[in-house]
């Protein structure tokens, strides 16, 4: 194996409020250059664990994929609606929600998803914002979801797949490790992947305290439609 220093980055991810201690990292003499946030296997990492490097790296990686349809597809009157829909599910949705089973959301980046998410369908749809038409129609039109349901589908379905996991799998013992010590910090803290799941089970009326028994041995998926701006399950 031969590695490429060029391409070798360090990350460090040091606590809140604390500087990073000083280190050189050299490979074969040459140092490495340190970076506050890599692409790693697709998906954006930062030294501060913020999410919001990753989300602008999605949705400029779908609206490329949106833009190359534009033409031969989106535009194209001789395609049906639903012909459009499912490719745009195929294409533009997947690169946009790539690896969203991991993400620890918030509501400034399901707005910025959701922005993008109706603005491609009202282009696929032709429908201008001229025409008063809110979003819940355009998504009753195309038999869509929000993007906040889809990131809820997506998460549901891992954490159920995660459970079932043999207890030997490291996936599974990282989901249910805990730090041996400290404590997190007064006020409001930041939120975790937990506090996200927790708040997904009780919108599906799933006890969050016996979830991982009561749908481990079955399948764990929650059929979810928008319609009229509100979850319903």
């Known amino acids: 194996m031969t590695l490429s220093v060029k391409k ?3 990350l460090r991810q040091v606590k809140t409020g604390t ?5 050189n990292i050299t490979v074969g003499g040459v140092p490495l250059q340190y970076v506050d946030k890599f692409c790693y296997l697709g998906s954006i990492i930062s030294s ?13 990686k779908a609206s490329a994929a949106f833009d190359q349809l534009r033409n031969r597809l989106w535009n194209e009157d001789g395609v049906r609606l639903r012909t459009k829909i499912d490719v745009y599910r195929a294409v533009v949705l997947s690169i946009l929600l790539y690896s969203c089973e991991t993400w620890t959301i918030y509501r400034r980046h399901i707005y910025s998803l959701d922005k993008f998410h109706l603005r491609c369908l009202r282009q696929i749809t032709g429908i201008k914002w001229q ?23 997506a998460q549901l379905r891992w954490s159920g797949h995660l459970v079932r996991m ?3 799998r ?18 409001h803290p ?6 996200a799941l927790k708040r997904n089970l009780q919108l599906c009326n799933i006890d969050p305290t016996t979830w991982d028994r009561d749908n481990c041995s079955g399948p764990f998926a929650v059929e979810m439609f928008l319609c009229d701006g509100s979850i319903q399950f």
């Open 8 to 10: 070798t980055e360090v």
């Open 19 to 23: 500087s990073p201690a000083v280190s």
């Open 48 to 60: 501060d664990g913020s999410l919001d490097g990753e989300i602008s790296h999605s949705i400029a």
């Open 131 to 153: 025409d008063k038409i809110p979003n819940t129609v355009v998504l009753q039109q195309c038999e869509m979801t929000g993007i906040e349901t889809l990131i809820m589908q």
């Open 166 to 168: 043999p207890d030997t």
């Open 170 to 187: 490291f996936p599974k013992a990282i989901f249910y490790s805990q730090l041996s010590s400290g404590s997190r910090r007064c006020g």
């Open 190 to 195: 930041v939120k975790r992947y937990k506090d």
